[in-house]
């Protein structure tokens, strides 16, 4: 094993937790503001909040999605560390390589595919819609 090779991929896989870390961070903020502007807000609140509660669940959502890119670049390089395609330099730079992102699926498109976005974050939304038209209605 190249010298330095296990201090690098150990190095590398602090972010990598890292990012996992904060992905279920978000997700618990999003499921916490859904649970309580469900809950709360529809008997109490006008339709304009319960409007605005949209706002953090889809700020979660593009966060999360942006550190799945992160996380999935950092998987990349740890990857071609592993291999030997990557020289042992302890740098943290990312790829920017366009057919190297592809390869990681670290596109936003790919991030939006991936089950823990699409699984998650959409479901919130509905929640949310269900209680707006609830809301609505008991207005009308």
Same mark, same amino acid.
């Given at each position: 094993?190249?010298?330095?090779? %296990?201090?690098?991929?150990?190095?590398?896989?602090?972010?990598?937790?890292?990012?996992? %870390?904060?992905?279920?961070?978000?997700?618990?903020?999003?499921?916490?503001?859904?649970?309580?502007?469900?809950?709360?807000?529809?008997?109490?609140?006008?339709?304009?909040? *319960?409007? *605005?509660?949209?706002?953090?669940?889809?700020?979660?959502?593009?966060?999360?999605?942006?550190?799945?890119?992160?996380?999935?670049?950092?998987?990349?390089?740890?990857?071609?560390?592993?291999?030997?395609?990557?020289?042992?330099?302890?740098?943290?730079?990312?790829? %920017?390589?366009?057919?190297?992102?592809?390869?990681?699926?670290?596109?936003?498109?790919?991030?939006?595919?991936?089950?823990?976005?699409?699984?998650?974050?959409?479901?919130?939304?509905?929640? *949310?819609?269900?209680?707006?038209?609830?809301?609505?209605?008991?207005?009308?």
């Amino acid at each position: 094993m190249k010298e330095g090779k %296990t201090e690098y991929l150990q190095m590398l896989q602090e972010p990598i937790c890292r990012m996992s %870390t904060i992905s279920a961070i978000f997700k618990g903020f999003a499921a916490s503001i859904v649970a309580g502007i469900s809950v709360i807000t529809y008997s109490t609140t006008d339709l304009w909040i *319960l409007g *605005l509660s949209f706002l953090p669940v889809l700020a979660f959502a593009v966060l999360d999605i942006y550190y799945l890119k992160l996380e999935r670049k950092f998987r990349f390089l740890f990857e071609q560390v592993r291999l030997d395609k990557h020289e042992i330099d302890f740098s943290m730079k990312l790829t %920017t390589d366009p057919l190297e992102i592809i390869s990681a699926k670290a596109r936003t498109w790919d991030c939006i595919k991936s089950p823990s976005i699409y699984l998650f974050y959409p479901l919130m939304l509905l929640i *949310l819609i269900i209680v707006f038209v609830l809301k609505c209605i008991k207005a009308i």
